[in-house]
């Protein structure tokens, strides 16, 4: 389900079985890295479209986590922890959080299985038909990540 009016209806009267929320981590830079990390956001956001498709009524995808690249790691992760901790009192058992900034593969703060990370592909000059199939190998790739997420915390 994404964070839209009409799904979140849904999300309201399915709460007890909806357990599990994704995050997309977009990161922003407006220096010499501009494209690139445009590029990295807007992969990760189609990702979630496709992801969302294969998982609607078992995950609530909320809006996307965005942050300066450049911006102090201490700030960034003080910052995402705590929207975790609020979305985990909410109900929430399960919390992803998507990225294909390599950054955050470093921090320790965050469970590996919590943290869905993809090395981005720029599709911007993609054929479309193309571009669909590398998204379904990248979605497979997250179920699994999301499964075994699921999995280490039983």
Do not use: C
């Not at 999300?11 to 357990?19: A, M, Q, V």
């Not at 929430?92 to 703060?109: A, C, G, I, M």
């Not at 699994?144 to 999995?151: H, M």
């Amino acid at each position: 389900m994404l964070w839209k009016a009409k799904d979140i209806d849904v999300y309201l009267e399915e709460k007890e079985y909806i357990d599990t929320a994704v995050i997309p981590l977009i990161p922003i830079s407006l220096g010499r890295n501009m494209k690139q990390t445009v590029e990295k956001g807007e992969f990760v956001q189609l990702l979630s479209l496709h992801l969302e498709r294969q998982f609607k009524g078992r995950m609530l995808f909320l809006p996307a986590y965005t942050y300066l690249s450049d911006e102090d790691e201490f700030k960034k992760t003080s910052n995402l922890l705590e929207w975790e901790k609020t979305i985990k009192k909410s109900g929430f058992k399960y919390v992803f959080f998507l990225t294909s900034d390599p950054v955050w593969r470093n921090l320790e703060q965050f469970a590996s299985e919590s943290l869905l990370f993809i090395p981005s592909i720029p599709l911007h000059d993609m054929d479309e038909q193309y571009k669909q199939s590398i998204m379904e190998d990248q979605v497979k790739q997250l179920m699994k990540g999301i499964v075994n997420g699921w999995q280490a915390s039983v």
